[in-house]
């Protein structure tokens, strides 16, 4: 087991990780810029470094000061959360060359899942389904052309090194492609440095199916059903269910063994998640996160196993502590992301909380560490909370949830939270019927 890990996160996801050590009985060090001094995480943390100041480009992505941060307080692994350098190869390399434990997949995972075009031709060759798309790269406009009319259009234009929707665009006829290819490529390299990008089908009405793996580096892997994260807004979730109302026991036990099969193949270490586009019951590849996903919870809540705990066991070398065999699913957990934001317009609404109840009871979890008093800062992600709710059948866990968002108070600034009271009392998400253009269409027709 690993003696001190440092956790390079902030927010709801550092507070998580801070509590699986304290399990475990593990020391742990949180980093934090000068704007999260005052944070839950930073005060409940055993020690506590400051990395710098509050731009996320000088603290929480300043990959020196973080291991400045580990020698100095004698951490000798460290949980990057989501987020921040979660994905990064070079952090990981970096770990490695100075002996400390990164809690993650090796750099080459990384590298290869990171990459979108190298992710799909891997995918093909560990036998997971992918969406019929380019070869690789589309490096010119007449490319772009050819490539449209061999898949059939519409057509989806996509950033290699991509992710949020950044570089991203949809092209539904010839005219269409030139200016979505060149838009694309614009956005990727504004946002990603880098302006390749690749050509895949459309889907029209897709559900966002992903299934969560993990493995121990050694050959051996489990998969521990899926997640069901269809209703988003700006390729954003908002909303996660497990398991999905789409698919039947059948469904997901095939496409979960495909998956865990594949990461024995590659000899993946910890945990992961691979995306699907789920339409006609078929399954499309899309990518794969290497890391722990925001909706970990509701995987947690049918399977309960702890994915934090699991993580830090493969990483200590220990292996995993169930088989196959020994998963099982019990009951339905749906997550709602609080969000600081207007629930109509997604306008960040950084502020100081006035006053702030969670709710509680059976079955209720809420993983946050805001507190009435708590100024959110400007500078970071608008997530401050997550409200997971449990029950036996998903008609429960409805019910559960429509209660638990009557009980749930945050003051003092806009959060998402009417927009979930609106989306519990609809009949389409009643009965399980909506794909991940849902969302976007029902605020278009019911402005506030």
Not at 116 to 144: F, M, Q, R
Not at 229 to 246: D, G, I, Y
Request: a negative charge.
């Amino acid at each position: 087991m690993v003696s001190k890990i440092l956790i390079a996160n902030r927010g709801e996801i550092a507070l998580r990780v801070l509590r699986a050590c304290k399990e475990l009985g593990i020391p742990c060090v949180v980093v934090h810029s000068t704007a999260d001094a005052d944070a839950m995480h930073v005060r409940l943390a055993d020690e506590s470094v400051c990395i710098g100041p509050p731009p996320s480009r000088d603290s929480y992505l300043n990959i020196h000061q973080i291991v400045a941060a580990c020698e100095i307080t004698g951490a000798d692994a460290v949980h990057p959360g989501y987020g921040f350098l979660s994905e990064n190869a070079k952090f990981a390399d970096i770990l490695d060359a100075h002996d400390i434990t990164f809690i993650g997949p090796t750099a080459d995972h990384i590298r290869i899942m990171g990459d979108k075009i190298t992710a799909k031709t891997t995918a093909l060759e560990l036998g997971i389904p992918v969406v019929p798309g380019s070869d690789g790269e589309v490096k010119t406009a007449e490319d772009a052309i050819k490539t449209a009319a061999l898949i059939g259009y519409p057509v989806l234009i996509k950033a290699t090194a991509g992710g949020g929707g950044r570089g991203m665009k949809v092209a539904k006829t010839e005219a269409d492609v030139i200016e979505a290819w060149s838009t694309a490529r614009t956005e990727a390299a504004a946002a990603f440095g880098n302006d390749a990008v690749y050509m895949e089908k459309f889907l029209s009405k897709p559900r966002h199916i992903e299934i969560q793996v993990f493995g121990d580096g050694e050959g051996n892997a489990i998969h521990l059903g899926e997640r069901d994260c269809s209703l988003q807004r700006r390729h954003q979730k908002v909303w996660e269910e497990a398991n999905s109302p789409a698919l039947n026991v059948e469904q997901r036990m095939k496409i979960g063994q495909i998956c865990a099969d594949a990461m024995k193949k590659l000899k993946y270490r910890g945990a992961g998640t691979i995306e699907f586009l789920y339409e006609n019951g078929e399954f499309f590849f899309i990518e794969m996160n290497t890391r722990l996903q925001v909706e970990h919870p509701i995987t947690e809540a049918i399977t309960g196993i702890d994915l934090v705990h699991e993580q830090i066991r493969v990483a200590s070398g220990r292996g995993l502590s169930v088989t196959q065999e020994e998963v099982t699913f019990e009951g339905h957990a749906i997550e709602c992301r609080i969000n600081a934001e207007d629930p109509r317009t997604f306008v960040p609404s950084p502020g100081t909380i006035t006053h702030f109840h969670a709710p509680g009871g059976l079955g209720v979890r809420i993983d946050s560490g805001a507190y009435q008093g708590y100024k959110i800062p400007p500078y970071y992600d608008s997530l401050i909370g997550k409200l997971i709710v449990h029950g036996r059948t998903r008609v429960e866990c409805m019910m559960r949830l429509r209660r638990a968002l009557d009980e749930f108070v945050v003051d003092g600034i806009k959060t998402t939270l009417p927009l979930f009271q609106d989306l519990v009392s609809n009949q389409d998400i009643a009965n399980g019927d909506y794909d991940i253009h849902w969302l976007e269409h029902y605020l278009a027709h019911h402005p506030a």
